[in-house]
T-cell receptor, first 112, second 112 residues
Framework: NAGVTQTPKFRILKIGQSMTLQCTQDMNHNYMYWYRQDPGMGLKLIYYSVGAGITDKGEVPNGYNVSRSTTEDFPLRLELAAPSQTSVYFC???????????FGEGSWLTVV | GNSVTQMEGPVTLSEEAFLTINCTYTATGYPSLFWYVQYPGEGLQLLLKATKADDKGSNKGFEATYRKETTSFHLEKGSVQVSDSAVYFCARSPQGAQKLVFGQGTRLTINP
């Protein structure tokens, strides 16, 4: 029962470094999402994808990039990390309307 | 546009009190509606869902009814427990190429 798998769970980055948060799902879902959640706050959509080869910006895309070369994978890349990107990142997927939305366990990222 | 609006938090109640967290949505068509719960330090878990008008989702003593006429999906529980302390998110599912949309979250604290 893998569901949505995110890695890494915890990471500390220095300002200016780059990294990729991995997200994979084994449910053949078309829709995948990346959110960030700042302390005490709600979810802000970074990027989303409605199928392989299709991505679109969410609310807060600046400083991030995504790709969707396969149905299963939706990596999130941080270029030139900044302290403002310190947050918890959640990947989610769903088969669409009426289907349950599944979340990864979250990735805690600190930029120092 | 398509959005989800939740009752402003935080909400603080005493154990065994009645709980209502309001959620309203705007959307074209007939989205599925969800409540997710996030316990401290954890990811988001599905609490309940409803896929069509007049459906009632229920789980762990929580209930919510999909009201098309008032575009609402209010979360209720008759007698809350300390263990219900968490952040609750209302969400509506994507339709076509639309985004998965979450409310801003409501922090609930139950005091013994």
């Amino acid at each position: 029962n893998a569901g949505v798998t995110q890695t890494p769970k915890f990471r500390i980055l220095k300002i200016g470094q780059s990294m990729t948060l991995q997200c994979t799902q084994d449910m053949n879902h078309n829709y995948m999402y990346w959110y960030r959640q700042d302390p005490g706050m709600g979810l802000k959509l970074i990027y989303y994808s409605v199928g392989a080869g299709i991505t679109d910006k969410g609310e807060v895309p600046n400083g991030y990039n995504v790709s969707r070369s396969t149905t299963e994978d939706f990596p999130l890349r941080l270029e030139l990390a900044a302290p403002s990107q310190t947050s918890v990142y959640f990947c989610a997927s769903t088969g669409g309307s009426g289907n349950t939305i599944y979340f990864g366990e979250g990735s805690w990222l600190t930029v120092v | 546009g398509n959005s989800v609006t939740q009752m402003e938090g935080p909400v603080t109640l005493s154990e065994e009190a009645f709980l209502t967290i309001n959620c309203t949505y705007t959307a074209t068509g007939y989205p599925s509606l969800f409540w997710y719960v996030q316990y401290p330090g954890e990811g988001l878990q599905l609490l309940l869902k409803a896929t069509k008008a007049d459906d009632k989702g229920s789980n762990k003593g929580f209930e919510a009814t999909y009201r098309k006429e008032t575009t609402s999906f209010h979360l209720e529980k008759g007698s809350v427990q300390v263990s219900d302390s968490a952040v609750y998110f209302c969400a509506r599912s994507p339709q076509g190429a639309q985004k998965l949309v979450f409310g801003q979250g409501t922090r609930l604290t139950i005091n013994p």
